[in-house]
Every structure is written in structure tokens, then in C-alpha cells.
């Protein structure tokens, strides 16, 4: 989830914050995803989030952001070689 600098950050999300930029957004339907990118190399993740949510936000290629993970909302994929 992106954070808003406004709101307190839940206990169970403190420990999972990452700071990064959005890179690219695709609107895929009912709901935007995001790449997100934590380090130098590339992208690290990528965001689903609902439309409503997409636009509520104001978010846009480029910006500063950030974001929190749930553990349960965490997938690791091996890297393609």
C-alpha cells in the first residue's frame, strides 16, 4: 500500500516501509498497477491497487512514494535467467 504522509502508520506495517519511486503505471481495468523501484538496478515491485485508491491518491510516474507491505500480501518470485 502507498502511505500518505498525513497518517499514522499502522504497528503491522512499520517494519515492511519502503521509500522508492514509481516508475511506470498500467492501468490494467478496474485496478492500476505500479513499479515501484527501491534501488538503482530496477524495478523491485509491483503494486495492484483499485482504481478509486489509484485515483484518491494523485500518483503519477516519477514521484517519490512510500510504501508498505503486509506479509501475507508478499510474493517472491525466483529471477528469470
Request: charged share 30%; net charge positive.
Given at each position: 500500500?502507498?502511505?500518505?504522509?498525513?497518517?499514522?502508520?499502522?504497528?503491522?506495517?512499520?517494519?515492511?516501509?519502503?521509500?522508492?519511486?514509481?516508475?511506470?503505471?498500467?492501468?490494467?481495468?478496474?485496478?492500476?498497477?505500479?513499479?515501484?523501484?527501491?534501488?538503482?538496478?530496477?524495478?523491485?515491485?509491483?503494486?495492484?491497487?483499485?482504481?478509486?485508491?489509484?485515483?484518491?491518491?494523485?500518483?503519477?510516474?516519477g514521484?517519490?512514494?512510500?510504501?508498505?507491505?503486509?506479509?501475507?500480501?508478499?510474493?517472491?518470485?525466483?529471477?528469470?535467467?
Amino acid at each position: 500500500m502507498v502511505l500518505k504522509a498525513d497518517r499514522p502508520i499502522k504497528k503491522n506495517l512499520k517494519a515492511n516501509i519502503f521509500t522508492g519511486k514509481i516508475v511506470r503505471i498500467v492501468e490494467k481495468g478496474s485496478e492500476h498497477t505500479l513499479f515501484f523501484k527501491h534501488s538503482q538496478k530496477d524495478y523491485d515491485f509491483e503494486i495492484s491497487m483499485p482504481n478509486l485508491a489509484y485515483r484518491s491518491l494523485c500518483l503519477k510516474e516519477g514521484q517519490m512514494v512510500n510504501v508498505a507491505f503486509k506479509w501475507e500480501s508478499i510474493w517472491l518470485l525466483p529471477e528469470q535467467e
